[in-house]
């Protein structure tokens, strides 16, 4: 293994990570506030992958404001999946609410596969971003070097949001105790939709990163991903923000790697996020920043 | 002979009756779906244990379907098929071996199979609780549907396998599950399951859905109920997978993804979680109802202006059609109430 090549994975590995942390964030603080495994949070970010898709195709938008337009209308769709779906299911026994999300994911799929068919669509990715940099003898399209820094400024936002202001505050209150939540004069309603559509902003802004990076967008596109995330989502703690980023590297470095130095492995790529997840929890049953959610209520 | 013991036994001699009519008066493409309904009624009922008597929310049962499907297949295909079929590597020494044609001890075998992983399964998959339990057994789920695809010696990888038809000797083929086989196990489902929900284990698995601590404290080996629900869902799991790849001929991959799951997991909850008739309720309503459904895949007529086919326009409506449901019967149609406790409240009602 030549140092180039290390590099280089190091760097894919770095930039697939950064992408299921974005996802994973959306899901953590979706099951934080609801407990709920939000089913159609991979879908949404397909939705996002298409919103730019289609900004870029039909209304010939650069790039950026693809991005911009993908995230508003992710961000719409993750706010009114909230108060459709979930809202009236909020003191509902808590399965009704997954079949709920599971129901939207059906929808979001079928409903793209009716429109657009269910073939894969090419993403037209704009020229700066796939020329090539060359840092002595590792070669390097600019996207593979954007998108984790971009990622990274964006957790960094999060976690000052989340950390750092009173909103944040509210939402990590939420996921501390709802009842409580309410009788401290906080409009539980509101920062639930804020969680939806912060959630699901930074998955279309992952989902449109994906489809820079494999130039193609499907209808069925966010099925596997969102699970993967999910994964990495529960791998790291869910509930924490900080686990869902740790998860999403530890998956993406571990399928770069795994298939760049063991070939043999490439058909089982899309498991590792389990074969790990499976192994952590074994180990430690709350992910590796988690805590306990049941007993964290009493 | 309780006044119940006689409804139970009425209700089954009219299920009998019922697949007789059908065996012999039904259209072909009805008998389709009567089996269609009767092996999901046999996988929703069974989920229905683990997942809604034993409270455990398992994602699994695409897992143990598939286990079921392709062990099924593997021992109905002779070994000439075999070979003609395995394209990208030869068939391993012992899968060429196995073979029988007798479609009872097929369905056993898959049965047994699906539950031995079961068995292995319940030490890790029980370790954890709640959601971190369905994220677990998902994950089981997806590992087991990507070993078929990566074993290609044994499974021939995503093409599958095909043409698991029953051949006679002057060269017709035809389908091993039949409306007796599917309509058979799905009422001996029935009653094993009935009767194990009712037995001292079946107040065992609720106490471990309603409080596994307070369980525990009285007690309740939980380790013990959780397996012992998840080894028998998953023996009639095996069992419904022998009998689809009996009626459909074939078995690959990308029929057992998770989807397989969330059909039985909407089966479930719609019926209402825990009731077992709900569960063949719900499993007649979703299948039957997706079926009926199926026109709108077609090109339609609308008030005189002539549409095109859209496929997929069936699922969109269905899953429009499921968010309402859920939104307003909370509880799915029976809540945690079986046909005799509806019974006994009328009987309570009309004293």
């Known amino acids: 293994m030549d140092s180039v090549l290390f590099f280089q994975q190091m760097v894919n590995g770095f930039s697939l990570g950064s992408m299921y942390a974005l996802i994973a964030i959306g899901y953590t603080m979706v099951y934080g506030v609801l407990r709920l495994i939000n089913f159609a949070h991979g879908d949404i970010m397909m939705v996002g992958a298409y919103a730019a898709l289609f900004s870029m195709t039909s209304f010939t938008l650069p790039f950026p404001f693809a991005l911009l337009f993908a995230v508003t209308v992710a961000a719409v769709l993750g706010v009114a999946t909230d108060k459709i779906a979930y809202k009236p299911l909020r003191k509902a026994p808590r399965i009704s609410l997954l079949i709920t999300a599971i129901g939207i994911s059906f929808l979001l799929e079928n409903l793209f596969q009716v429109i657009f068919g269910g073939a894969p669509r090419s993403f037209n990715v704009p020229e700066y971003l796939e020329q090539v940099v060359s840092i002595g003898d590792v070669n390097l399209a600019v996207s593979a070097i954007l998108v984790p820094i971009i990622t990274l400024v964006l957790l960094a936002c999060v976690l000052f949001i989340l950390y750092k202001t009173k909103y944040g505050m509210a939402i990590r209150a939420l996921a501390f105790d709802i009842q409580t939540v309410n009788l401290m004069g906080i409009d539980a309603n509101m920062i639930i939709s804020i969680v939806f559509a912060l959630g699901s902003s930074l998955a279309a802004i992952g989902g449109v990163f994906w489809a820079l990076n494999y130039p193609s967008v499907d209808p069925l596109m966010g099925v596997l991903i969102g699970l993967k995330a999910f994964a990495a989502a529960v791998l790291g703690g869910i509930g924490s923000v900080g686990g869902a980023v740790l998860g999403g590297f530890i998956i993406g470095f571990t399928e770069v790697v795994a298939v760049a130095f063991f070939p043999d492995l490439a058909g089982f790529k899309d498991a590792f996020a389990f074969i790990f997840l499976i192994l952590v929890l074994l180990f430690k049953p709350t992910g590796i920043l988690g805590y306990d959610f049941e007993k964290s209520r009493f | ?351």
């Open chain 2, 1 to 351: 002979m309780s006044k119940f013991k006689i409804l139970h036994v009425l209700f089954f001699a009219l299920a009998i009756g019922f697949l007789f009519l059908s065996h012999y008066y039904f259209a072909e493409y009805t008998q389709s779906i009567v089996n269609n309904i009767a092996i999901f009624i046999i996988l929703a009922i069974s989920y229905n244990l683990i997942n809604g008597v034993t409270g455990q929310f398992s994602l699994e049962p695409n897992g143990f379907v598939a286990v079921g499907a392709y062990v099924a297949a593997l021992l109905l295909l002779n070994a000439d098929s075999k070979l003609y079929q395995f394209d990208a590597e030869e068939p391993a020494g012992i899968i060429l071996a196995l073979h029988t044609t007798n479609f009872i001890l097929t369905m056993i075998i898959s049965g047994v199979c699906a539950t031995i992983l079961a068995l292995i399964l319940a030490m890790p998959v029980f370790r954890v609780r709640g959601d971190y339990l369905a994220i677990v057994t998902l994950g089981f789920g997806f590992i087991i549907q990507l070993l078929a695809v990566n074993f290609p010696a044994y499974t021939n990888g995503s093409l599958g396998l095909n043409e698991v038809m029953k051949v006679a000797e002057n060269g017709d083929t035809s389908r091993y599950t039949n409306i007796f086989y599917s309509g058979g196990v799905a009422i001996i489902a029935v009653i094993v399951i009935l009767n194990l929900i009712y037995s001292k284990f079946g107040r065992a698995m609720k106490a471990v859905r309603d409080d596994e601590d307070a369980a525990l404290a009285m007690g309740v080996n939980t380790f013990k109920i959780k397996t012992m629900a998840f080894s028998v869902s998953a023996f009639f799991e095996g069992v419904g997978g022998a009998l689809l790849v009996g009626l459909l001929g074939s078995v690959s991959p990308d029929q057992f993804t998770f989807f397989f799951t969330f059909q039985l997991l909407i089966i479930i909850v719609l019926g209402g979680l825990g009731s077992t008739t709900g569960a063949i309720l719900g499993t007649i309503l979703v299948m039957g109802g997706s079926e009926w459904l199926r026109f709108l895949d077609e090109p339609m007529n609308l008030l005189g202006y002539q549409t095109e086919a859209y496929p997929g326009l069936r699922m969109v409506v269905f899953s429009v059609i499921l968010i309402f449901v859920m939104l307003f019967a909370r509880r799915g149609i029976m809540g945690q109430m079986e046909l005799t406790d509806i019974l006994n409240k009328f009987k309570k009602a009309s004293k």
